[in-house]
């Protein structure tokens, strides 16, 4: 099972609808991150948090906002989404080094109508 | 070119068999290599980290090569429940952090 635990599984939202991802992780990493992975490609990096603070934003459009309460959790708020956004959300952690390998939640799996 | 390249298959291969995946990268900066299994609709799972000294656990082995960016996965003894997509990661420390980057992954297809 997971460490890394996300919820909603599945979300349906019109294209202006606002909503949240959320994601938890209580294994002491210190980084965390959204992936997004469409059907059949490998995940794509969205956004990198190292200390709760925002590292590494891979030029994703501001309708993804995310946001780092502490360091267990990791938000990912949704506002005026695309029907292309839809797919499959992933959240990630890490030691700071992530030499020990990254671990990923269930994922939510987003349909934007 | 991919920053991280796969054969994406689908191997198909019979119970019982040895299968070999292989993947190349391109940044020398990478500093730690991995190889996922995904099932289908399902997250990533770390299924071993690669070393350049090899190293093995159970069916699976892994080997990296630094000098040729060459990173392989060999798996004995295939199971059904071997079946699904095999992901090659690398990471790279830059300043904002670690930057996972995949491949494409490798489709495997174990049959009776």
């Known amino acids: 099972d997971t460490e890394v635990t996300q919820t909603p599984k599945h979300l349906v939202m019109g294209m202006t609808n606002k909503k949240s991802l959320k994601c938890e992780q209580h294994?002491?990493?210190?980084?965390m991150y959204w992936y997004k992975q469409k059907a059949k490609k490998p995940p794509e990096l969205m956004f990198v948090?190292?200390?709760?603070?925002?590292?590494i934003n891979e030029s994703v459009p501001s309708r993804f906002s995310p946001e780092c309460p502490n360091s267990s959790l990791l938000n990912l708020h949704l506002h005026a989404l695309q029907p292309e956004d839809s797919a499959l959300y992933l959240c990630?952690?890490?030691?700071?080094?992530?030499?020990?390998?990254?671990?990923f939640g269930q994922g939510t799996r987003l349909t934007v109508v | 070119r991919k920053e991280v390249e796969q054969d994406p298959g689908p191997f198909n291969v019979p119970e019982g068999a040895t299968v070999a995946f292989n993947c190349t990268y391109s940044n020398s900066a990478s500093q730690s290599f991995f190889w996922y299994r995904q099932d289908c609709r399902k997250e990533p799972k770390l299924l071993m980290s690669?070393?350049?000294s090899g190293n093995e656990d159970g069916r699976f082995t892994a080997q990296l090569n630094r000098a040729s960016q060459y990173i392989s996965l060999l798996i004995r003894d295939s199971k059904l429940s071997d079946s699904a997509t095999y992901l090659c990661v690398v990471t790279i420390l830059t300043g904002g952090g670690n930057k996972l980057t995949f491949g494409t992954g490798t489709q495997l297809k174990v049959e009776l």
């Open positions: 294994m002491g990493h210190r980084a």
């Open positions: 690669v070393y350049s």
């Open positions: 948090y190292s200390y709760e603070k925002l590292s």
């Open positions: 990630a952690s890490s030691q700071e080094w992530a030499g020990r390998g990254t671990f």
